[in-house]
């Protein structure tokens, strides 16, 4: 992509020119300015200036006038929510992955054009604001454009409007994939009932910059899974299509959208303004994510999308790898939430320990939702719930606003600490829920809470053996250990480690990943089975495998496990399940 960036009213003094190296919403640092070449720098008339490169990301140029013009172009060929990607359907624009911008001028006003290939009918689907023309837009401030990612192409477009109030905010859905317009129109009709029931948690929706709301996708064969949410608008990649994942990408849908309350503008301090430099560490990211994570299906079931079952399983998933998980005595919720810079999009090629030491924050601060809302329900007969936690933060953190590209009234965890603590009506309920399961390691009793909706949290596979998550991988050479063995589990205990490769298990050899598995389910917890297996330096060991009880639960329905569910029950999970219009 060709690229002209022309700064005007450029003051005395070495103007320095950034690539940026974080992106809103996304956590790991990037080298962006990897993809730019060509890198020319003129004055207002066209003369060259010179220009020094000072560091990976940046060039300098002393000496210049008012009006200085930099020319370059930009390689990109991934369409997901954080780079860019140009081929011949289209242009996926993620800003920071193609502009270039000037440290000091931050503040400026910004006009920007989209010129697309000659002969192309390609539109532009963006929330900058709209300018001239229909290639033309404007952004009020550098922190406005980098949030706005520009979707150039032939895609197609629906869209609904939602009286609220005062307003009536229009959500366009501009759709680049290889389905037909029937599956577009009933996608569209989905996507509505995901923001009407989201409004419903707020009370309200968030006053949208320019009246309007845009879900950008791109659902083609070659994109990547991905959402990520801005200001006014998200990003939603996949390489399924609304034909074959309907549900899946409705998923993303409600997670995104939840977004547009919950950290564009209920925002934690930590990520305001964000820095395009470096990366944005934040302790809130298990409220920020977690609690997007844990209404975005609650969201989806309260607007008929899924099933009661459907969402017991997914609550399953993760309150099985809270409670599974060696990481959770590790690191804290909060501090799981400030490896982000390492695990969100982040690539290296040496090995870490996360599988012992690292739990998605997206996970945890799910489960932590989950425990939340189901303790102020219990506590409070049903009359205090996270929506109204939620709802408090909007009013004070939220709502204050703020200019486009800004929020005025970011919060810290005390912050939330103190709104929980006015919703419940208990500071010592706020004080022990954060001191026990966001700033401890303890897990709730999903059990008891979960009974109180009808749900039956038990054993997934009662009376099994069980030597801790061991994960084997079969190669040339027989089956080996194929990840980190989890911290004081029975393999853990047998001295198992990665890649060791397992050669006879109670006495069978092993040939295959389903002789060790079976060889373990077999046995009851208590058993010691043998084993033999052979480090990766060649070394032979023989040890014994004590196993445990499977610890990994399933949650069901009352009514599936042949009981029937209590009036008060009943009652319970309506108000928390059910529709709320
Ligand atoms: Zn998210």
Known sequence: MDVEVTFTGVPDGPLRLHMSRSSPGRYALHQFAKNVFDLKVTDGAGATLAVTHTR??????????????????????????TYLGVDTGHAHINMPAALVWAVGLDRQPIDVRFEPPPGSNWRVATQLFPGSDEHTFTAPNLQYLMDSPSEVGTFDLRSFTVPDGSRTPTFRLAVHHSGDGTELDGFARDVEKIVREARNVYGEFAPYDGGTYTFLADYLPHANMDGMEHRNSTVLTASASIRGSRLDLLDTVAHEFFHSWNVERIRPRSLEPFNLDDVNMSGELWLAEGFTSYFGPLVMRRAGLTTTRELAQELARVVNAVLTSPGRGVRTAEEMSQQAPFTDAATAIDRTSFENTFISYYTWGEAIGLALDLSLRDRTSGKVSLDRFMRAMWEKFGKPGGEPGYVTTPYTIDDAKAVLASVAGSQEFAQQFFAKYIQGHEAADYATLLARAGLVLRPLNPGMGYAGG???????????????????SPAFAAGLEREDRMLSIGGAAVTTESTVREAIARRKPGDEVPIVFERRAGERVTARLKLVADPRVEIVTVEETGKTLTAAQRTFRRAWLGSER
């Open 56 to 81: 990976p990301e940046e060039w300098v140029v002393a000496t210049h006038g008012r009006t200085v013009a930099v020319s370059y172009r930009v390689f990109g060929d991934r369409v997901d929510g």
């Open 470 to 488: 061991l994960q084997l991988t079969t190669g040339s050479d027989g089956v080996r250990v194929a990840t980190e063995v989890p911290f004081d």
